[in-house]
């Protein structure tokens, strides 16, 4: 076995097709509307510890450190691996404004190019993200996506921050502000 390979029986992990999720999600967005998110973001939620451990397993066969020990390049070099071999896609950390963090990716896979929405459809990584960086942080976050290559955005981009500071971005959005505008005006 490559070490890059991820069983995953042991990581409480099973594989599912892009097309699968992207019928799934279609579904639930057609027939539940805004709820369809909601369900998506929760089972992203729920599914990120198994999602966290399987992380710190894959870990394990490369580096002695659990991932609140790592350095963030070395943190975002390791997650950007374990997510591009588990088929999400690669990814990339940053900061905006030093108020949020970034999470870019210009290849992630619950996207779908070709269904040219209106709004980031990422629902199922939101929630997945916000469990998997809160135990990273040992903090609860939220999560944003502001771009989707569903969009038809060359990336899709996450905010993460505290629940408050991802509340303040939200409304700012729904009001017509634009999302970097919005973060710049977290106190």
Partial sequence: MSPSAIELPDHQMLALSRSALA????????DADIGGANYLQQAGYAGSEAVYRSFREWL?????????????????ELASGYFRDMGWGS???GALRDAVATVDSDDWNEADPESALAYPACHLTTGMLAGFFGHVASTP????????????????RFLLGTGAVMNHVYHEIERGVGYEDAVGGVE
């Fill in 23 to 30: 019928a799934l999600r279609s579904a639930l967005l057609r």
């Fill in 60 to 76: 394990r066969g490369r580096i002695a450190a659990e991932p609140g020990e790592l350095g963030l390049d070395e943190f975002a």
């Fill in 91 to 93: 990814l990339r950390l």
């Fill in 141 to 156: 976050l939220a999560v944003l996506e502001v771009e989707c290559r569903s969009m038809g955005s060359p990336r899709c």
